[in-house]
């Protein structure tokens, strides 16, 4: 998982509320990314930055939101908008010497109670 | 569909045993890159093999592409019940925005002791 956290690593939500998951990274690393798994699935990206102040939708994106302030730090908000939440998500960043790997944090599990 | 389908979804061998699983995808890729998740984590990168080369080498992991069939090989020999994980295939597509991969459905490889 490297240098890359994500907190919590379970979160429970009651129907209606949002719920922000945290990804920080210490690889100074420019692009982060978000992606939601659902079991036995692959990989669906919500959102990725390419750098701080900017962020682009992923394929989606509907009922997530995100932000970029600081190179560190790319929280995923899910809103009440978001139908079924309920998922393992995933935050990636990649660069340094390659921007085709990517490298993950450890995920947080996400449950509507 | 996704870019990169897995086949088998599902793979159980005995210990020893060598576990090829396969990856098809549809547009013209940059890179094909191969990760392992174990149960409830994040992603591990193994591999990455470029347009241009045909086959590639690490340690008990040998990855081929053949980018006229649209398609590349994971072959893992000597398995070791460590192995035990899914196993997915991620295309970097040539006019990808933001170095953004399409991750396949992955496979589940049992190594039974």
């Known amino acids: 998982d490297g240098g890359i956290t994500q907190s919590p690593k379970y979160l429970f939500r009651k129907e209606g509320q949002n719920v922000t998951l945290s990804c920080e990274q210490n690889l100074n690393h420019d692009a982060m990314y978000w992606y939601r798994q659902d079991p036995g699935q692959g990989l669906r990206l919500i959102y990725y930055?390419?750098?701080?102040?900017?962020?682009q939708k992923g394929d989606i994106a509907e009922g997530y939101s995100v932000s970029r302030e600081k190179k560190e730090s790319f929280p995923l908000t899910v809103t009440s908008a978001q139908k079924n939440p309920t998922a393992f998500y995933l935050c990636a960043t990649t660069g340094g010497g390659s921007t085709d790997t990517q490298y993950f944090g450890p995920g947080t599990r996400l449950t509507v109670l | 569909s996704q870019q990169g389908e897995e086949d088998p979804q599902a793979l159980s061998i005995q210990e020893g045993e060598n576990a090829t699983m396969n990856c098809s995808y549809k547009?013209?890729?940059?890179?094909l890159q191969w990760y392992r998740q174990n149960s409830g984590r994040g992603l591990v990168h193994l591999i990455l093999i470029r347009s241009n080369e045909r086959e590639k080498h690490s340690g008990r992991l040998r990855v081929t592409l053949d980018t006229s069939k649209k398609s590349s090989s994971l072959l893992i020999t000597a398995s070791r019940a460590a192995d035990t994980a899914s196993y997915f295939c991620?295309?970097?597509?040539?006019?990808?925005?933001?170095?953004?991969?399409?991750f396949g459905g992955g496979t589940r490889v049992l190594v039974k002791p």
């Open positions: 991620a295309t970097g597509p040539v006019k990808a925005a933001g170095n953004k991969l399409t």
């Open positions: 930055s390419q750098i701080v102040n900017d962020f």
């Open positions: 547009t013209s890729i940059n890179n």
